[in-house]
């Protein structure tokens, strides 16, 4: 994965593309999104960056702007939960899918070369050229059968 140091670097050049100035606050939201992996809501990030950083000011707006910034610039990906919203994680991990349990919201992910080989196959059948795709596979973890 891309050291944090290069990858500071692009979100400051992102920041001064879109004319936004760089911030504890909105570094705090990258750094946080690089050092744990998972699925995190906007809620949750917010709720853990007070909890480790009480001393400094973070609105709620900030962590939503900040996510909707790096995830326009690919640095953060989404998965939707509909009207529950969305969960964020770093973007530049390697790729993967993911199951997702409808009863207790786990996130497992994985990867299959069959799954990535088939995609591409039925790509060029209808003379489409991927670019990117998401896969999300929803139903019953172990656990909440």
């Given at each position: 994965?891309?050291?944090?140091?290069l990858l500071l670097e692009k979100f400051q050049t992102l920041l001064k593309e879109n004319t936004l100035k760089f911030t504890k606050q909105r570094e705090l939201v990258l750094k946080f999104l690089y050092?744990?992996?998972?699925?995190?809501t906007p809620e949750d990030i917010y709720t853990l960056?007070?909890?480790?950083?009480p001393e400094i000011n973070i609105g709620i707006?900030?962590?939503?702007?900040?996510?909707s910034l790096l995830e326009a610039s690919q640095i953060a990906?989404?998965?939707?939960?509909?009207?529950?919203?969305?969960?964020?994680?770093?973007?530049?991990?390697?790729?993967?899918?993911?199951l997702i349990c409808t009863k207790c919201a786990k996130i497992i992910e994985f990867f299959d070369k069959t799954?990535?080989?088939?995609?591409e196959d039925i790509a060029k059948e209808f003379n489409f050229?991927?670019?990117d795709h998401t896969?999300?596979?929803?139903?019953?973890c172990e656990d909440c059968q």
């Open positions: 994965m891309i050291e944090y140091s050092e744990n992996d998972g699925h995190f960056l007070k909890q480790q950083h707006a900030t962590v939503y702007r900040t996510l990906s989404s998965i939707s939960f509909g009207v529950q919203g969305k969960k964020y994680e770093l973007g530049l991990k390697k790729h993967h899918d993911h799954i990535e080989e088939r995609q050229k991927m670019t896969m999300k596979i929803v139903g019953l």
